[in-house]
């Protein structure tokens, strides 16, 4: 399919970006009376990094009994994946880029949490949060920064612009170690209004996909005074098995059953990380290679769909996050708390204005069932893009979610 491919610009953060990142320092100081705010970088050492280039050195491999994805991610691909991370990837480059950023961390009900905050140059923008998936992180959203706080500057209209607040999930990179259980959609949904609100932001909007898009709906059931509207890559709902329901899908909607029925057929990471995410942490943290073949699963697909379009560098540059801060074992545990609380999937009354961007090569939310518990209020099937959305087509994201909050903050 057609992407918008991305290569992290190369050199050290520039004397203009320091001052941005000071400036927003300190706005972010004097907007936060109810959070410990404080400045954050990520510096990995050399040590991390030369640890990271023996182990995937010495990786054993495993007798490949099929070259098809059949049975899991291909031998050939890992082999590549973890070839080019140890021999052509450079994470300085990258690291210098994200630095780029003003990054921040704080602590909510317990937990570390970082988070990037962006200003946007359009005077009193519209706040908006965003929040990723699994296997994923705040780097996803790098594509779409540009555009959402200056508009203008990328040949778009500056009467809607955002300022932006990009956290890590609770015990996903930056944002760890996770220092106690029950950590599910629904509470980070609680967090993350207390970091909008924390910052001084009176209304704010929410973005999500994957796991953001659980946290997204969690928002819209909590409805918290400031929130204004979520947009949500996905609504998990499902048939019910009700007679001739399934008779008022759309040939889009028919179309993403094949979709749905391949994450049934295919999905074994989803089963483990519901039931044993502890004993899972035990290969994912000590094997660079296990966790990039884990982590391939959704990004390359399981038929192996993302092989040709997924942009490798944005790939290892989210595998390294996770390797450094060994949160791949506490990143599998949202699986496992929304299992047991049913948080992200619950069908009851969400009456947050809803919209909704349903990618083609993604699981395909079915208006119908998404409309018996969710108060939609915009809806949109796009032409191309996948699960990961925000790397994949940042150009019709951007435009969705700047059309969703324009109708809404017009009212």
Same mark, same amino acid.
């Given at each position: ?15 203009? !970006?320091?001052?941005?990142? #000071? ?9 936060? @009376?109810?959070?410990?705010? #404080? =400045? ?13 280039? +023996? ?7 495993? /007798? ?36 780029? $950023? ?8 317990? *937990? ?8 946007? +140059?359009? @005077? ?7 929040? /990723? ?17 200056? @508009? ?38 609680? !967090?993350? &209004?207390?970091?909008? +609100?924390?910052?001084?932001?009176? *209304? $704010? ?19 918290? #005074?400031?929130?204004?509207?979520? /947009?949500?890559? *996905?609504? %998990?709902?499902? @048939? ?40 899972? !942490?035990?290969?994912?943290? &000590? ?20 092989? &040709?379009?997924?942009?490798? &560098? ?20 949202? $699986? %496992? ?7 992200? $999937? ?5 009456? +947050? =204005?809803?919209?909704? !961007? ?13 409309e018996r518990s969710n108060n939609i209020v915009h809806w949109t099937e796009m032409p191309r893009g996948g699960h990961f959305a925000a790397s994949e087509a940042p150009d019709l994201l951007v435009e969705d979610i700047r059309k969703f909050f324009a109708g809404l903050l017009v009212k």
């Amino acid at each position: 399919m057609p992407v918008t491919r991305r290569t992290f610009s190369r050199g050290a953060l520039s004397l203009f !970006a320091l001052g941005a990142a #000071k400036s927003a320092l300190a706005q972010t100081q004097e907007e936060s @009376p109810m959070l410990d705010v #404080k =400045p954050f970088k990520i510096e990995i050492s050399d040590a991390a990094i030369a640890d990271l280039k +023996t182990r995937l050195g010495q990786a054993r491999w495993p /007798h490949a009994i099929t070259t098809d994805w059949s049975r899991g991610q291909p031998l050939n691909l890992v082999m590549e994946l973890a070839d080019q991370w140890r021999n052509k990837y450079d994470w300085r480059k990258h690291e210098s880029e994200l630095n780029r $950023y003003p990054h921040f961390m704080t602590e909510i009900d317990g *937990q570390p949490i970082h988070f990037m905050h962006i200003k946007s +140059t359009v @005077p009193n923008a519209f706040p908006l949060i965003l929040t /990723h998936g699994w296997p994923g992180s705040f780097v996803e959203f790098i594509d779409l920064i540009g555009p959402l706080t200056d @508009p203008k500057a990328h040949g778009l209209d500056d009467s809607i612009a955002f300022d932006l607040v990009i956290p890590s999930l609770p015990g996903f990179g930056f944002s760890s170690p996770m220092t106690a259980p029950g950590w599910d959609s629904a509470r980070t949904a609680k !967090a993350w &209004d207390t970091l909008m +609100t924390g910052l001084g932001y009176t *209304q $704010y909007g929410s973005h999500g996909g994957d796991a953001g898009a659980l946290v997204g709906r969690e928002l819209g059931i909590l409805a918290p #005074k400031g929130l204004v509207g979520t /947009h949500l890559l *996905q609504i %998990f709902a499902f @048939p019910t098995g009700a007679e001739g329901e399934m008779e008022k899908l759309s040939p889009f909607e028919m179309e993403g059953m094949a979709n749905l029925a391949s994450f049934e057929k295919y999905g074994g990471y989803q089963a483990i990380q519901s039931k044993r995410p502890g004993t899972l !942490a035990f290969a994912l943290v &000590d094997s660079p290679v296990g966790q990039l073949a884990w982590n391939a699963e959704l990004w390359f697909g399981f038929e192996g769909t993302g092989v &040709d379009h997924v942009n490798r &560098d944005l790939y290892l540059t989210i595998n390294s996050i996770y390797w450094f801060t060994a949160t791949s074992g506490s990143a599998a545990n949202v $699986y %496992f708390e929304d299992t047991q609380t049913g948080a992200g $999937y619950r069908e009851i009354p969400n009456p +947050t =204005p809803t919209g909704v !961007a349903v990618f083609p090569y993604d699981f395909r939310s079915v208006r119908s069932f998404a409309e018996r518990s969710n108060n939609i209020v915009h809806w949109t099937e796009m032409p191309r893009g996948g699960h990961f959305a925000a790397s994949e087509a940042p150009d019709l994201l951007v435009e969705d979610i700047r059309k969703f909050f324009a109708g809404l903050l017009v009212k």
